[in-house]
C-alpha cells in the first residue's frame, strides 16, 4: 500500500462517536477522509472543521458533516499532512497552499496527529522550501526584503499555471528556499514575524504531538513528540 494511504486510513481509527475534529490538506488527508467516509457510511458520527475549500469539498462529496471554526471553542484532535517533520516535531507546511486556516486550527486544537509518508521525516527543517504567506499589496516589497535578509537563497512567488496561486484567504505564498538546514526554527520564525505583509509562515513549531508515518515496506510507527 502505498505509505501516504497506510497513514491516512490508519488515523481513521483515532476519530471516536460524536467527536468535531480539524481536518488537515493535502494527498495523505485525501486518503484519511476517504476511510472516514467509510466509516461514516457504517454509523460512526463525527463532524469535522475542514482547513481549506479543497478538504471541505471533498468531505462534502463524501456527506461528511462539516462546521466552522466560529462555532467551536477548542478541538480534542486535528489531524493532517506536513511537508518536513523535524525530530522535535517541528514542522514546514503549506506545500498545498493551505498553512493559514492550518495554523489557525492546529492552535485551537488539544492533539495535532501528523499523517505522512517516511519521506517527510528529515534530521533538520529547511530542504522543502517555506510557504509564506503574504497580502498581495506589496508583496514585491516582502520579497524583495526576504532576499536582502539573506535568510534565504531563493524566493518565488508561487505560481498555478500561468496565473499567481491565491489562497482561499485570498493571499500569494512565497516559497523561500533557506540558505543551509535550519538549527533554530525559533529564531527564523520570530525574524519573519516582524516583516510587514507577512500573514503566516509554514513553520509550525512545538504544535505537533504525534506523527503516524507510513513506509514502504507496510509498517506504521507512531513518533510522539
Ligand atoms: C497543505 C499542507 C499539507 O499538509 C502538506 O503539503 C502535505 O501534503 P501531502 O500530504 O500531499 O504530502 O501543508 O498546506
Known amino acids: 500500500m502505498d505509505p501516504k494511504e497506510s497513514a491516512g486510513r490508519a488515523a481513521a481509527a483515532r476519530v471516536e462517536p460524536g467527536m468535531t475534529l480539524g481536518l488537515g490538506t493535502g494527498s495523505t488527508v485525501r486518503w484519511l477522509i476517504e476511510e472516514l467516509a467509510t466509516r461514516h457510511s457504517q454509523g460512526l458520527s463525527f463532524t469535522v472543521v475542514p482547513t481549506s475549500r479543497q478538504t471541505a469539498e471533498l468531505a462534502a462529496e463524501y456527506n461528511i458533516p ?7 471553542e477548542k478541538l480534542p484532535l486535528t489531524i493532517d499532512g506536513a511537508d518536513e517533520i523535524d525530530p522535535s516535531g517541528h514542522l514546514i507546511k503549506g506545500g498545498g497552499g493551505a498553512l ?6 492546529a492552535a485551537a ?3 495535532l496527529l501528523i499523517i505522512a509518508d517516511e519521506k517527510k521525516l528529515v534530521p533538520a527543517l ?18 524583495d526584503q526576504l532576499l536582502w535578509s ?3 537563497a ?16 485570498g493571499h500569494y505564498i512565497l516559497d523561500c528556499k533557506v540558505q543551509r538546514p ?5 529564531q527564523l520564525e520570530n525574524q519573519l514575524r516582524s ?4 500573514v503566516e509562515t509554514g513553520l509550525f513549531i512545538e504544535m505537533a504531538d504525534e506523527a503516524l508515518i507510513g513506509y514502504t515496506d507496510g509498517r506504521i510507527e507512531h513518533i510522539f513528540f
Open 182 to 186: 535550519l538549527s533554530n526554527p525559533y
Open 154 to 169: 531563493q524566493v518565488v512567488l508561487r505560481q498555478a499555471g500561468e496565473r499567481t496561486f491565491i489562497t482561499d484567504q
Open 109 to 111: 486544537s488539544d492533539y
Open 126 to 143: 529547511g530542504q522543502f522550501p517555506l510557504p509564506i504567506e503574504v497580502i498581495p499589496f506589496g508583496h514585491r516589497q516582502v520579497q
Open 150 to 152: 539573506g535568510l534565504f
Open 66 to 72: 462539516l462546521t466552522d471554526i466560529n462555532t467551536i
Open 195 to 198: 516583516i510587514t505583509g507577512i
Open 100 to 105: 493559514l486556516r492550518e495554523k489557525i486550527v
